[in-house]
């Protein structure tokens, strides 16, 4: 039997425009899923409700418009959505609602899209597991057990999962992309200041962006399409035009040059994952790109880098979650008090961990040592992806080290936790864009997926690349249903 | 004036010493909106009334450069004769407080907005150069309330976020004096440059004030204290005083200055310790990922520079050249902008020497008395420009003017409308005047015989007689003339 909810985003909207089928009857199919899948713990807020009323409001609309017409989207609890809570799995956000829509997400229901429900994550985002969450462990549908990667982990199992036909997440070190490789799904970081931060729950400012999470490529570009722009009201965001990504998409690839680099044949990596990598060169290969092999010097350098330039911003962002004007407040004699059973009631233990590290390397004594190394390691980062990027078109790496892990493998080891990020942090640093995409399995049966790295502002092309990638390795997400 | 020495030293048991002063004034920008978000700057609003969800700091919300404050930050830089850095760039200074929503105080530390300049203040003992040590700009914090309730502390957040030019000085003040003139200067050059509306009571003028003492010969700075938050020029002269006598009294005694922020109690005259160095907050500046570095066109500057108005300086040498003003004069004309507004609106049509006389004089007496500003005088500079042009043709004299310009101060009426219905025109008709004093020597032939017997002092007698006569409105000169004819 065909099920609605099986389609991909770019089926759905045409054939609720053929009228081949309802919003409503879309709707009510992603929320039966929904229903049924509890266990998974995606969801944080359910708006099951008001999406039903949405879709059969749009469904009397006398002309489906939009790119998104009639497509209920759940979101990552980190985007700020008007009179619906918005805690970004934190506690000390756990009563906040916001009078306001963030930037991205009005974007989606300007072409036609409407809210299904708030998404699991880390808290603040960070982790890369969701185990960090206040609103406990999100299951990767692919096992019991299994984290789905994170930050953005709801966002990743409701999509796996066929909960959400569509999802968006966010991307500070990986959030984004790791999750997609744990899922089987395609996750795409955009070029910083491709899309609007405004509203969005800060983690670390200069590398929080905002991207489209899906089942194919296709769906990839529609969505970031919808989702990107210039806004005035975040003054990092780029005034260059969004692309037609959709229309332009193109698995004719032939004479791409596609760069490897050396650097990122880390030690220890599993030989599926490097097994994984050549059959991603062979496919482009036979699609008539050209494979360089080129080298990122300062690779290494990038994760001790982000793990000061990230907390430092952090700690800035969140002091603002103080218990004096929205949010969780807990008792005390006097200000500071008050501040301190607030802070130390609110956040959790990984987002402690990284405000003390902030506070630390922007101490003086140490700014010079910690902050300021870094932000020079980071431009040398973006120097080294500057340079390559005269010679290739696109970077082709893995997007993890390993496939997802078991709740609570790496909980107390943060650096075998942060490791994870090892592939995808560079990008970041440099501001570019980049895409998950699935190719095949490990010996656990579980998905591993191939990251491209685009040059600033040429989504287009690593959408290609993707696409090109992802006919030649037919992937298929064996899911079955076991949590119902 | 005769030129003075500077003299202002603390004498203490054993030596002579100087004081060392600088200065941090924190200058309300004066803009419609804040510096980071569009909510309104007006003073005195209901509480919480003028707060955008980006100045209380919601989640997710971003600051937006206002390219307004921007301008009005060059413009103050270029008015100090500074250097305008083209690149600058706003960091956070991060502490945790009630009425600082965010966390953090946006605000430019590393690269400032504007560097070096200067101020010229006119000193008792001559001109005294006062180097800019730098302008940057930052947010205002809201406002703690802690004394409506028993229990808690309310906030206000109307002021977070408005935009302040913190303008640092070099330690070159040496005195209370040269601080009252160096305040009220900057807070000119501001006026005239309409970027500070200088109003020390609504807080748009705030100072912080570093002192240091040394013997008198000595190269090197002592250790300063500083001292938070005076709101007026008077307790400020009088905190850095005592502060000076506190650090020599401890210098002879052997004891050391610590470096430390201090407060001025008002009642008692004294400065306490608020904190110490070692308490001192550690800000953890760091460049604010919200905003991209701040990046000046050179054609911007320079069309600000194009439309600067001409500032107190400058105003002063042209009053000097061409209305042939003192230096004395000229400064006081130029220290408001709204006083040189009024001279140069009033000497349009009258005579220059005494329309400087009559406001320097008169207008300042009556606006001291009544304690207003020049822009809430009584008599329009247009009117006392009439008044003096009546006296100039000989149409009253000048006695009979003080008496219109004291009438004219009711409701800045019209001096020619009260010289016509007091009919105090002045009598130039020397026929009309030659009765008069015929008359007044007809009734003094005693007086007459006098005079002319060599008792010459009489003349000014009758004089008198012929304005008590004409009631104050004979033309001086022409009864003068026509009493030495009659006389001889």
Redesign the interface.
């Known amino acids: 039997m065909v099920n609605i909810s099986d389609f991909s985003l770019a089926k759905l909207v045409s054939g609720i425009k053929r009228k081949d089928f309802t919003s409503e009857e879309v709707t009510k199919s992603f929320i039966s899923n929904s229903e049924k899948s509890k266990k998974l713990n995606v969801y944080i807020t359910e708006c099951f409700e008001e999406a039903t009323k949405s879709a059969k409001n749009f469904d009397k609309k006398k002309d489906y418009k939009g790119l998104l017409a009639g497509i209920p989207i759940a979101v990552k609890d980190l985007f ?1 959505t008007k009179n619906i809570k ?1 805690t ?1 799995g934190s506690k000390i ?1 756990h009563n ?1 609602v ?3 829509e ?1 930037t991205v997400t009005n974007n989606l229901w300007s072409e036609g899209a409407f809210l299904l429900g708030k998404l699991n994550c880390d808290e603040f985002a960070m982790g890369s597991s969701n185990e960090t969450s206040f609103f406990g462990n999100v299951i990767n549908p692919f096992k019991d057990k299994l984290v789905p990667g994170g930050s953005s982990g709801g966002s990743a199992s409701a999509l796996a999962a066929n909960l959400s036909p569509v999802t968006i997440g966010t991307d500070t070190g990986g959030s984004i992309r790791q999750p997609a490789s744990f899922t089987g799904t395609v996750g795409l970081k955009p070029t910083y200041g491709r899309c609007s ?6 983690f ?3 590398l929080d962006q905002a991207g489209p999470m899906t089942k194919n490529v296709e769906d990839s570009a529609l969505l970031l399409q919808a989702m990107s722009g210039y806004d ?5 965001s780029v005034d260059i035009k969004v692309e037609n990504y959709s229309s332009k998409l193109t698995d004719r690839v032939k004479g791409l040059r596609i760069g490897i680099p050396k650097e990122y044949r880390v030690d220890n990596m599993p030989s599926e994952i490097d097994k994984l990598w050549k059959k991603g060169v062979d496919y482009l290969k036979d699609a008539g790109a050209i494979i360089k092999n080129i080298s990122l010097p300062h690779t290494k350098y990038a994760l001790p880098a982000y793990y000061i330039v990230a907390p ?2 952090a ?2 962002n ?3 979650y ?1 218990g ?3 949010g969780h407040r807990s008792k005390g004699n006097n ?1 500071l008090e008050m ?1 301190e059973n607030t802070r130390s009631d609110g956040f959790g233990n990984e987002v402690k961990r990284r405000i003390l590290i902030g ?1 630390y390397v ?3 004594g140490y ?1 010079d040592a910690y ?1 300021l190394k870094a932000q020079k390691v980071r431009q040398l980062i973006k120097n080294d992806f500057d340079k390559v990027f005269n010679d290739v078109d696109a970077i082709l790496t893995p997007s993890t080290p390993s496939a997802a892990f078991k709740i609570g493998e790496k909980k107390d080891d943060p650096v075998s936790m942060y490791l994870n990020d090892i592939f995808t942090v560079p990008v970041n640093l440099a501001g570019l864009p980049a895409i998950s995409v699935p190719v095949g399995y490990d010996k656990n049966n579980l998905p591993l997926g191939l990251q491209l790295i685009g040059k600033p502002f040429d989504e287009q092309t690593i959408l290609n690349l993707s696409l090109a990638i992802e006919k030649s390795a037919n992937f298929k997400r064996k899911i079955n249903v076991w949590w119902n | 004036m005769t030129e003075k020495k500077f003299d202002y030293y603390i004498q203490g048991e054993k030596d002579k010493w100087e004081v060392i002063i600088g200065l941090e004034v924190h200058a309300q920008v004066l803009s419609k909106s804040k510096l980071f978000s569009s909510s309104p700057t007006k003073f005195g609003a209901e509480p919480n009334t003028q707060v955008s969800l980006v100045d209380s700091a919601f989640p997710g919300m971003l600051p937006v450069i206002n390219q307004f404050c921007i301008e009005q930050s060059v413009k103050t830089g270029l008015g100090l004769k500074a250097k305008i850095n083209l690149n600058s760039v706003f960091d956070r200074k991060n502490y945790f407080y009630a009425d600082l929503p965010q966390g953090y105080q946006i605000s430019q530390y590393k690269n400032p907005v504007v560097g070096e300049g200067e101020i010229i203040l006119d000193m008792p003992y001559g001109t005294k150069k006062i180097g800019i040590e730098r302008l940057h700009l930052e947010q205002d914090a809201g406002k703690s309330i802690h004394d409506m309730d028993p229990d808690n502390t309310f906030v206000d957040l109307n002021r977070s976020g408005v935009a302040l030019m913190e303008i640092v000085s070099k330690p070159d003040l040496r005195s209370p004096d040269e601080v009252n003139t160096y305040i009220k200067k900057l807070r000119s050059i501001m006026r005239y440059l309409e970027t500070c509306d200088g109003n020390m009571q609504e807080g748009s003028l705030r100072a912080d004030v570093n002192v240091s003492v040394r013997k008198v010969g000595e190269k090197r700075f002592g250790t300063r204290c500083e001292i938070k938050n005076i709101n007026s020029i008077k307790f400020m002269q009088m905190a850095i005083e005592c502060e000076a006598k506190r650090q020599v009294e401890l210098l002879e005694n052997n004891k050391q200055i610590d470096q430390e922020t201090r407060l001025y109690d008002t009642k008692k005259n004294t400065t306490r310790s608020m904190r110490s160095k070692e308490d001192a907050h550690d800000y953890r500046y760091f460049p604010d990922p919200d905003l991209l570095p701040l990046n000046l066109k050179q054609s911007l500057v320079d069309k600000l520079k194009k439309e600067l108005p001409e500032l107190p300086d400058e105003k002063k040498e042209r009053f000097i050249k061409e209305h042939n003003l003192s230096a004395y004069e000229a400064n006081i004309l130029v220290a408001e902008k709204e006083i040189s507004d009024y001279y140069e609106e009033a000497i349009k049509e009258c005579d220059k020497k005494l329309a400087t006389n009559w406001i320097i004089g008169d207008l300042f007496a009556v606006l001291n008395k009544k304690n207003l500003s020049i822009s809430q005088s009584p008599v329009s500079a247009k009117n006392l420009s009439a008044l003096i042009k009546m006296i100039t043709a000989g149409k009253i004299s000048g006695k009979i003017a003080k008496d219109v310009f004291e009438k004219m101060q009711d409701d800045n009426k019209d001096p020619q409308q009260i010289v016509d219905k007091e009919n105090l025109i002045q009598q130039s008709d020397p026929k009309e005047l030659e009765k008069i004093i015929s008359e007044v020597l007809s009734k003094n032939q005693d007086k007459v015989t006098q005079y002319k017997s060599g008792k010459t002092k009489l003349f000014g007698y009758f004089i008198g007689e012929v304005m008590k006569v004409s009631k104050g409105k004979a033309n001086p000169q022409l009864v003068n003339e026509i009493l030495k004819i009659k006389l001889k």
């Open positions: 700020c918005t970004a956000l906040f916001p009078t306001y963030s931060r405004w509203g969005i729950v800060a670390a400012s200069s005035p009201k975040d003054s990092t430092a911003e700690s800035s969140l002091a603002r103080d004096v004007k929205y200000l501040y506070t922007l101490s003086s700014y902050y």
